[in-house]
C-alpha cells in the first residue's frame, strides 16, 4: 500500500513557474516509478513526465525542455519543476506510483494548476 500526496499547484501567470511535490509513504518507494499525470475536464488523464526507479525519464512532447521530473529515494519524494508555464498546462495534476514488478498502480488526490492572466 502506498500513499500519495501532493503539493504545489496554484495559479500562476502564463511564463511563470511551480514546484510540485509529492510525497509518497507505506512501501519501499525505490520500487515504484512515479509519473505525474495531468487532466482537464471532458479528457482523458494524460501522462506529463515520468522517472523509473532507476532515474530515466520520460516527457510529453508538449512539456520537453519546460517540465523536470526527479525523485529523492531517501526523502520517498518526486516533483515536479515546471517553467515557462502555458494556459495549456492548466489542470490537476496527479502523482502515480507504479510498482516495477506487479505494475500495480497507486494516485494521489491531485493539486491544480491554473495558468492565466
Known amino acids: 500500500q502506498v500513499q500519495l500526496v501532493e503539493s504545489g499547484g496554484g495559479l500562476v501567470q502564463p511564463g511563470g513557474s511551480l514546484r510540485l511535490s509529492c510525497a509518497a509513504s507505506g512501501s519501499i518507494f525505490r520500487l515504484y516509478a512515479m509519473g505525474w499525470y495531468r487532466q482537464v475536464p471532458g479528457k482523458q488523464r494524460e501522462l506529463v513526465a515520468a522517472i523509473s526507479s532507476g532515474g530515466s525519464t520520460t516527457y510529453a512532447d508538449s512539456v520537453k525542455g519546460r517540465f523536470t521530473v526527479s525523485r529523492d529515494n531517501a526523502k520517498n519524494m518526486v516533483y515536479l519543476q515546471t517553467n515557462n508555464l502555458k494556459s495549456e498546462d492548466t489542470g490537476v495534476y496527479y502523482c502515480?506510483?507504479?510498482?516495477?514488478?506487479?505494475?500495480?498502480?497507486?494516485w494521489g488526490q491531485g493539486t491544480q494548476v491554473t495558468v492565466s492572466s
Open positions: 502515480n506510483a507504479r510498482h516495477i514488478a506487479s505494475a500495480y498502480e497507486y
